[in-house]
């Protein structure tokens, strides 16, 4: 069964830094295209960072310099970094795979990705 679960969402002051990971099962994660995105209240869903089976990444432009996604091959793990954060990332962070097909070109588009997690929360205090 394929599944996506997140972790490492929390409540934290403003400049502070969280990771969050998600962990990959029923399928390999290292040969998939995976992203993270985050929606806030009353907001659509933004694209964050994807990274394809190459290795290679891209960021949305709002949170490029801050934020840094990886991977754990061995653990079938993606991780997001998130630093210098501030009140406005407040949003649930989700998982995303888009498998058996590379990443899609131009901006990070939650329509391009069919298995999804079930979403952490982060929320910044000032």
């Known amino acids: 069964q394929v599944q996506l679960v997140e972790s490492g969402g929390g409540s934290v002051q403003a400049g502070g830094s969280l990771r969050l990971s998600c962990g990959a099962s029923g399928f390999v994660l290292s040969r998939n295209c995976m992203g993270w995105f985050r929606q806030a209240p009353g907001k659509e869903r933004e694209g964050v960072a994807i990274?394809?089976?190459?290795?290679?990444?891209r960021y949305g432009e709002s949170v490029k310099g801050r934020f840094t996604i990886s991977r754990d091959n061995a653990k079938d793990t993606t991780y997001l970094q998130i630093d210098s954060l501030s009140p406005e990332d407040t949003a649930t962070y989700y998982c995303?795979?888009?498998?058996?097909?590379?990443?899609?070109?131009?901006?990070?588009?939650?329509?391009?990705?069919?298995?999804w997690g079930q979403g952490t929360q982060v929320t910044v205090s000032a």
């Open positions: 995303a795979a888009r498998i058996g097909t590379g990443c899609a070109p131009g901006v990070i588009n939650s329509f391009h990705f069919y298995t």
């Open positions: 990274i394809d089976s190459y290795g290679a990444i």
